[in-house]
């Protein structure tokens, strides 16, 4: 089977780093991707891997070892803004066309 | 880049009445198009996903089915509702880069009462 494992629920204050880890196990895997999902609204793209290793996007890291099936997202300087659901999702199956996505991490951002 | 169209926005229906939730793409040709479900407060549940016209994958066996009747048209149905099936319904179109980036519509939310 295929199937994702994220924490549920993250708090931190403001200004301070949190990371959201996020193991794997798919047949076939074709890349890492988190998005993030304001209540309400729709999840959008934050990042992706498909190597191992670490893709830095302004506040916003992602990190992938595919010997570990594991990933994490890394969120640095942290605002009110970022307090939201952060999803894990990784490309599976043949051909990559199937996108799989974890439960998600619902991130509290306290002042 | 795509723009995703999906209706309607708001939806309540009765256990054992039929569905239809559309989804068109704007800004592309040929691309690979999803439903997706997100109970209350959860994940998003793969439904379908179609890489062409006519092409439909089925991820969960259930009452609802998919069909693509045209390159840029996804339409999610049912015969008969269940209240299990209420819920955020979600269609996304991906792009064509190697990370397959998902472009989400604004989503259908589901009542069925």
């Known amino acids: 089977g295929q199937s994702l494992e994220q924490p549920s629920e993250v708090t931190a204050v403001e200004g301070a780093i949190v990371q959201i880890n996020c193991t794997y196990q798919?047949?076939?895997?074709?890349?890492l991707s988190w998005y993030q999902q304001h209540d309400g609204g729709a999840p959008t793209f934050l990042s992706y891997n498909a190597l191992d290793g670490l893709e830095e996007t302004g506040r916003f890291s992602s990190f992938l070892s595919r010997s570990d099936s594991y990933g994490y997202l890394l969120l640095q300087e942290l605002q009110m803004k970022d307090s939201a659901s952060y999803f894990c999702?990784?490309?599976?199956?043949?051909?990559?066309?199937?996108?799989?996505f974890g439960a998600g991490t619902r991130l509290f951002v306290k002042a | 880049s795509q723009t995703i169209h999906q209706w309607p926005a708001t939806l309540v229906q009765p256990v054992g009445s039929p569905l239809s939730l559309e989804c068109t793409v704007e800004?592309?040709?040929?691309?690979?198009l999803y439903w997706y479900r997100q109970a209350a407060g959860r994940g998003l549940q793969l439904l379908f996903y179609s890489v062409g016209i006519g092409q439909i994958s089925s991820e969960v066996p259930q009452n609802l089915s998919a069909s693509r009747p045209q390159d840029r048209q996804f339409i999610l149905s049912s015969k008969k509702l269940l209240l299990s099936d209420s819920g955020f319904y979600l269609c996304?179109?991906?792009?064509?880069?190697?990370?397959?980036?998902?472009?989400f519509g604004a989503g259908s939310r589901l009542t069925v009462l």
């Open positions: 999702a990784v490309r599976a199956d043949t051909g990559g066309f199937k996108t799989i």
């Open positions: 996304a179109c991906g792009d064509f880069s190697g990370a397959n980036v998902l472009t």
């Open positions: 800004g592309t040709s040929n691309p690979n």
């Open positions: 798919t047949s076939g895997f074709y890349g």
